[in-house]
C-alpha cells in the first residue's frame, strides 16, 4: 500500500459574488479532484480553536503535531527547512524583502523578487555600515536565500514577547503604524527602517522600477520563534517517505519530524512552479521503497494572498491537471493499492486575502473501494464527515484510527 497527501495551499474560500455566489473550489470543473472524493469527502478543522490560522500551525496539525504544544514560532519551522537548528535560547524571525511606496505595503514578497536580485540586495544591504550597527545592536545573524524570504537568528534567552505583524496581512494599508512592539522593539525598529535607507535607491531596485516591477525596498522580520523539537513521523505512524515543497516552512516541518525534504529545480511557490518535478519526486520516493509521500502546493495561497482571483483559480486548475491527474495515471504502476489524502491545509480568503481558522474539505481516495466521483468543494463536503481536529487525519490516511 502506499499513501500519498496532496495539500493545496490556501485553496479553500469563501463564496464570493463575482463567482455567484460560489466558493473558488465550487464554481470549478475539476474531475480529477472529483475522483478522490467518491471514496470519502468531509471536513476538518485543520487550526485548533483559538491557535493562529496559518500553514504553521495548520500543517503542524496535520501532520499529527498539535500546535498548542509544538508551535513556538514560524520562522524556527522555516529556519529547519534551509538547514539552520536553533540551540536552546536563541530565537529566529522570518526576514521579507517587503515592497513599499509612499508610506504604503503593496508586497508582502518583494514583488515577487528571487534569484539574483533578492541575494544581490541582501548581500548588499548587510554589508551596509549603518545596517551592520543596527544588526549588531541585536546580536542578529541573518541566512541569506535566493528569494524574498530570510532568516534571522538572536540568542535572546530572557527576552520577553516579540510583537510583529505579518506583512502578508498589512497589504495596501501603511505600514508604519505596524512596527514592532514587545521585546527588543526600538532594535527592531531601527533595523527595519536602516534597511529601507539603504534598500529603497538601491542600483538593482532602481532596474527593477525601470522594468516595471517593484522594488524590494523593506526588510521585514516577523515571525518570532524558538528553538523546537518534534517526535519522530516514522516512530509516530510507521510510515516515512519524502515531503516534496518549494517552502522552507513545509520542508523544515519535515526535517524536525525525521522525513526528507528534497529540493526540485523550478519550484518556487509560484503559479509558475514546477508541479511536474514535484510529482516526479513523491513517485521517485515511493518507486525506491518508500510507503508515503506529501506534495505541498504554495501557488493558490500567495494568488489568494496577491488579491489574483484568476491566478487562484488556475492554480486550482493547474493542481487538478498537472499533480492530481498524473498521480492517479502513475500510482497503480507502483502498487495497485493506494490512498490519496487531498486538502487545503486552511482557507485563504479572497475577501480579506488573509488566512482563515475555518475547516476544511479533504477527501481520501482508496484505489480498493473508489466509489463514483462527485463534486470536491466546501459546501459538498458537509454531508461527510466532520473531523474535530486536523491531527486524526494522518491516522485516517494510514487506517490506524
Not at 77 to 82: F, N
Amino acid at each position: 500500500m502506499k499513501y500519498v497527501m496532496m495539500i493545496g495551499d490556501g485553496m479553500a474560500d469563501a463564496t464570493l459574488p463575482q463567482l455567484n455566489g460560489k466558493t473558488p473550489l465550487e464554481s470549478l470543473d475539476l474531475p480529477h479532484f472529483n475522483i478522490l472524493a467518491g471514496s470519502e469527502h468531509g471536513t476538518a478543522r485543520t487550526v485548533p480553536e483559538g491557535v493562529p490560522a496559518g500553514s504553521d500551525t495548520a500543517i503542524l496539525n496535520i501532520f499529527g503535531y498539535d500546535p498548542r504544544t509544538y508551535f513556538t514560532g514560524r520562522s524556527v519551522l522555516e529556519a529547519a527547512g534551509v538547514g539552520v537548528l536553533l540551540n536552546e535560547g536563541e530565537v529566529s524571525f522570518r526576514m521579507n524583502l517587503c515592497a513599499v511606496e509612499n508610506g504604503v505595503m503593496l508586497s508582502h514578497n518583494g514583488g515577487g523578487v528571487e534569484g539574483d536580485d533578492a541575494e544581490g540586495l541582501m548581500q548588499a544591504l548587510v554589508q551596509d555600515p549603518g545596517f551592520q550597527k543596527a544588526a549588531q545592536a541585536l546580536s542578529l545573524h541573518i541566512h541569506i536565500s535566493r528569494t524574498f524570504r530570510h532568516f534571522g537568528v538572536i540568542y535572546a534567552p530572557d527576552a520577553g514577547e516579540f510583537i510583529l505583524k505579518e506583512p502578508h496581512n498589512i497589504l495596501d494599508e501603511k505600514w508604519e503604524p505596524y512596527l514592532p512592539a514587545g521585546a527588543l522593539a526600538k532594535e527592531m525598529t531601527a533595523l527595519m527602517l536602516e534597511s529601507y535607507r539603504f534598500l529603497d535607491q538601491h542600483p538593482i531596485n532602481q532596474a527593477r522600477r525601470a522594468r516595471g516591477k517593484l522594488p524590494a525596498n523593506l526588510l521585514w522580520p516577523w515571525g518570532a520563534g524558538r528553538a523546537s523539537r518534534l517526535p519522530s513521523f516514522k516512530e509516530k505512524y510507521g510510515h516515512s517517505g519524502a515531503v516534496v515543497s518549494a517552502v522552507p516552512l513545509v520542508r523544515g516541518i519535515a526535517k524536525l519530524a525525521g522525513l526528507p525534504a528534497p529540493e526540485v529545480e523550478g519550484a518556487n511557490g509560484e503559479l509558475d512552479t514546477n508541479y511536474a518535478g514535484k510529482v516526479n519526486a513523491a513517485l521517485a520516493s515511493l518507486k525506491s521503497g518508500d510507503d508515503f509521500a506529501v506534495i505541498h502546493v504554495e501557488a493558490p495561497d500567495e494568488m489568494s494572498h496577491a488579491g489574483d482571483l484568476e491566478k487562484k483559480l488556475e492554480a486550482i486548475r493547474r493542481l487538478d491537471r498537472l499533480v492530481i491527474a498524473p498521480l492517479l495515471e502513475e500510482l497503480p504502476k507502483i502498487d495497485r493499492d493506494f490512498r490519496i489524502l487531498l486538502l487545503s491545509d486552511h482557507p485563504t480568503l479572497m475577501t480579506t486575502r488573509t488566512h482563515n481558522g475555518s475547516p476544511v474539505p479533504f477527501a481520501i481516495y482508496d484505489s480498493r473501494n473508489p466509489g463514483a466521483p462527485r463534486k470536491f468543494s466546501e459546501s459538498s463536503a458537509l454531508s461527510g464527515p466532520s473531523l474535530a481536529n486536523g491531527d486524526l487525519l494522518m491516522p485516517r490516511l494510514f487506517e490506524q484510527e
